[in-house]
């Protein structure tokens, strides 16, 4: 295995992948705001004609272009008012009365692609159009409740999150007051299978019901089944032993090495029986705050690409059998992208090394 993989290589790669950076409820027609994506600077705005993702840089004085204003079809720069329609193109310079079409043709800016479904903002800082989001079609049925929560920052790597959206040991610990009420320690057993595309994990959720704690429908026992669609596009299948069914999804957008901001949601089922909609999100909001502490307490920040530089692959418990599928299958995933971006040509989104 090759051991020396750059840490720097996930954040090029990530760079084809769709990031969601908003939701979509959180950017209003007319309104933009600044975002950092994989170490990136960038704004989005909602103009009268659309989304407009770019670099957060004016191309006249360098200012953030995030402290703009939305005019109708445009983004007006807060410095001195150019103005930049939803192509990036640059069509209005107001201290010049006639711009020249060759000033307007280089002051356009750099532009990202994006797209918006799930409630979510998606952005892909580099054009690539075989890498598609994952089809979730429970998000879109209208007979589901579907409900995008507000994301949550995490001060630490968007990888030491994924490892515990994984993990089925915590529950009785470090959610000892929410879902780990009832929760066995006791590993269960998991039937892992590999994909192309990520892995998929099935095993019973671990939960006792005794004479002192009789856990409530989202504490007690149910099948899970985990499918991660690399690189960080994360569900957890929840069925319960009347039929009803929720599904949750978690995706830690890196925003820096050590920092990432989770976007997650959840769809019930119709018809579930059990709390309403609004008290499963603040109950998921609960658990999601436990996670928090641990993820931005463990230390490196991130957990290194080798395992024998200590993150993962030594003193394992069976346990941590998923987390270290996922590591395993993201070393892949890193490997396999790095080989498909070298053969190809750089015009045809070959990779520039
Ligand atoms: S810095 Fe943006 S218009 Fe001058
Ligand atoms: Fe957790």
Same mark, same amino acid.
């Given at each position: 295995m090759d051991t020396n993989l750059s840490e720097e290589l996930p954040f090029i790669l990530l760079k084809r992948e769709w990031q969601p950076v908003a939701i979509s409820r959180e950017l209003k027609q007319g309104e933009v705001k600044g975002f950092v994506l994989l170490g990136v600077e960038i704004f989005i705005a909602r103009l009268s004609?659309?989304?407009?993702?770019?670099?957060?840089?004016?191309?006249?004085?360098?200012?953030?272009?995030?402290?703009?204003?939305?005019?109708?079809?445009?983004?007006?720069?807060?410095?001195?008012?150019?103005?930049? $329609?939803?192509?990036?193109?640059?069509?209005?310079? %107001? &201290? /010049?009365?006639? *711009?020249?079409?060759?000033?307007?043709?280089?002051?356009?800016?750099?532009?990202?692609e994006i797209q918006e479904r799930y409630g979510m903002i998606w952005v892909q800082l580099e054009k690539d159009g075989s890498n598609k989001l994952p089809d979730i079609p429970e998000f879109e049925d209208p007979d589901w409740t579907y409900m995008a929560a507000n994301p949550t920052v995490f001060k630490s790597g968007f990888r030491r999150e994924i490892e515990n959206y994984l993990d089925m040991t915590h529950f009785a610990f470090a959610h000892g007051s929410t879902l780990g009420k009832a929760a066995s320690p006791v590993v269960p057993k998991m039937d892992i299978?590999?994909?192309? $595309?990520?892995?998929?994990?099935?095993?019973?959720? %671990? &939960? /006792?019901?005794? *004479?002192?704690?009789q856990p409530g429908k989202l504490q007690e026992a149910h099948m899970r089944q985990q499918r991660c669609?690399?690189?960080?596009?994360?569900?957890?299948?929840?069925?319960?032993?009347?039929?009803?069914?929720?599904?949750?999804?978690h995706i830690p957008t890196p925003n820096t090495r050590e920092e990432c901001?989770?976007?997650?949601?959840?769809?019930?089922?119709?018809?579930?029986?059990?709390?309403?909609?609004?008290?499963?999100?603040?109950?998921?909001?609960?658990?999601?705050?436990?996670?928090?502490?641990?993820?931005?307490?463990?230390?490196?920040?991130?957990?290194?690409?080798?395992?024998?530089?200590?993150g993962w692959g030594v003193l394992v418990s069976p346990g941590d059998l998923l987390a270290n599928t996922f590591q395993k299958c993201f070393r892949q995933y890193l490997l396999d992208r790095l080989s498909l971006y070298k053969e190809k040509d750089p015009s045809e989104g070959g990779y520039p090394v």
């Open positions: 004609t659309g989304l407009l993702a770019a670099e957060d840089i004016c191309p006249h004085k360098g200012i953030k272009l995030s402290l703009g204003a939305v005019c109708n079809d445009y983004l007006q720069c807060a410095y001195h008012g150019w103005q930049f $329609d939803q192509e990036g193109d640059c069509i209005n310079i %107001p &201290s /010049l009365i006639n *711009p020249p079409p060759n000033k307007l043709k280089m002051s356009r800016l750099k532009k990202y299978r590999i994909f192309d $595309d990520g892995f998929q994990m099935n095993a019973p959720f %671990p &939960s /006792l019901a005794t *004479p002192d704690e669609y690399l690189p960080n596009f994360t569900t957890i299948r929840q069925t319960f032993h009347d039929g009803d069914m929720r599904l949750l999804v901001t989770v976007f997650w949601a959840i769809a019930i089922s119709p018809g579930f029986k059990g709390p309403a909609p609004e008290d499963q999100m603040s109950f998921a909001v609960k658990v999601l705050d436990e996670d928090r502490i641990m993820c931005e307490n463990q230390s490196p920040k991130e957990i290194p690409l080798a395992p024998s530089k200590g």
